[in-house]
């Protein structure tokens, strides 16, 4: 389960919490790690843009999508 705010302009901006952890698997060590936040509605920053990332980040990785075929 998760809640997220969304705002949508020239800027998003957003700020979401999820319970039960990335995966959901309630033996994850990190199940329960924001389920105070969930039942409280304390929604954490979510960070879209390089711009966002420059404060929290302590490096930066970009992904891209593979031009060759497998195999």
Known sequence: MSRRHL??????RAWAVTAGGASGHPDSPHFNNQAERYAKGDLRPV???????KGPSSS????????????
């Not at 930066?60 to 195999?71: I, N, V």
């Open 47 to 53: 960070h879209f843009s390089a711009d966002d990332l």
């Open 7 to 12: 705002e949508f302009g020239p800027r998003v």
């Open 60 to 71: 930066l990785s970009r992904l891209c999508r593979s031009t060759s075929t497998p195999g």
